[in-house]
Structures are given as C-alpha cells and as structure tokens.
C-alpha cells in the first residue's frame, strides 16, 4: 500500500536524544533521592511522557513525579536539549518521501518547544508540514498527538502511516486507526513491537525510504 501522509516520533526515531535525556534525568532522580540506575535501564525514559514514565517506573505519586519531572526539565532546557544527533539517514529519507509528494509531520510527546527548537537547529524544520508535540503534561498522550497530526495535515487515517521506536507509538497510532511500522533503532525491548502491533519493523531509515515508496 502506497501512503500519502507519514508521520514520525521524536526520541529516538528521529533524532537520538539520548545522551541528553539519560543525563538528566539521571540527576533529577539522584536529586530526590532515587536510584537511577544504569544507562541501559534509564532508556526506557526514551519515548513515554514524563510524568506517567516516573509513576510507571518508580511508583511516584503525582506530587513527587511533578518535582522529579520540573527538576528534569529545567535542566535539560539548559544543558541537555541540544545533546543529541540526527539518525544516520533520517534526513536523506524525508528529502526522498518529500520529493515522492508525500506530506510528514513529527507527532511526539516530547515538549512541542524543545522538539521545534531542534528541528531547527539541524535543519530538519522545513522538511515537515507539521511539528505536534506536548503543548502541557495534560495533552502530551501519544493517540491524541498523533490525532493532532493527522488533522494537521489534512490526511485520512487509512493513507497514513506512523514511524516510531516504542510501542507508544504503535499503540498511539493504532487507537486512531494508522497503522505503524517499528524503527528498531535500540530502545525498544526484545518482541515490543510484535507485542504492541506494529505492521513491520525496519533497521535503518534506508530500509524505511524503499519500504514506504516502493
């Protein structure tokens, strides 16, 4: 099936956030007192909002998570945004899905701000016709932002894809009828995507340009 609309996470998808986001959330949980863990174990902070991450992994209730999360965030605002790389080919992809005519936009449940402000400094911004992300800790579910895109671009679901490397994303996109498919790009666990849904699970974005347009 050909699609007219494709639209991409974030965190790990498009961009490897990473280094950033494992800093500090690493000395967000240390601040208050909790064990943060080993590298490995804090990716799974890669793609989930914020505030139900910290009360999924840690049992926090809201009040706590709130203090983790503003801790968090005002430190990734002043060192850590910009600790990050776009995925090897993930730009040459958009420039090939662009030129086939097919309209992109981000949906990510990232801070709508702090995902502008890196598409722009990489010069990834003008490549979408829409950037939806987070506008508040309320609004920031993966179906409703993925909702937000579609209707930003004007696009029917069953023309429509989702690419992104959690199963938040799979499931985001199932609840509004778009099917996904799976950037294993390392953060998703052993059979996530399989388990979530996903309709096909690519390595490389060079494997995802030939999936999409062939």
């Not at 776009?86 to 990510?108: D, N, W």
């Not at 895109?149 to 069953?158: I, K």
């Not at 494997?207 to 999409?212: A, G, K, S």
């Amino acid at each position: 099936m050909q699609f007219s609309a494709v639209l991409f996470d974030f965190d790990g998808t498009l961009f490897d956030t990473s280094p950033g986001i494992l800093r500090c959330m690493r000395a967000a949980l240390e601040k208050n007192g909790y064990d943060a863990h080993t590298d490995e174990w804090l990716k799974r902070f890669i793609g989930p909002p914020v505030i139900p991450a910290l009360q999924e992994f840690y049992g926090m209730d809201g009040a706590e998570a709130e203090k983790v999360k503003t801790d968090y965030r005002a430190l990734y605002r002043a060192e850590g945004v910009f600790e990050c790389s776009p995925m090897p080919g993930a730009k040459e992809c958009l420039q090939a899905l662009r030129a086939a005519g097919i309209r992109l936009a981000v949906a990510t449940s990232k801070p709508h701000y702090f995902a502008e402000e890196i598409l722009k400094r990489y010069d990834f911004y003008d490549l979408f016709d829409a950037v939806c992300g987070a506008r508040s800790d309320d609004r920031s579910g993966k179906a409703e932002i993925v909702a937000e895109a579609l209707a930003s671009l004007g696009a029917r679901a069953e023309e429509t894809v989702m690419v992104g490397d959690r199963k938040y994303d799979v499931l985001g996109a199932k609840a509004c009828g778009i099917p996904c498919i799976g950037l294993d790009s390392g953060f998703a666990e052993e059979g996530e995507f399989e388990k979530a849904g996903a309709v096909g699970i690519v390595k490389t974005f060079e494997e995802l340009t030939v999936r999409l347009l062939k």
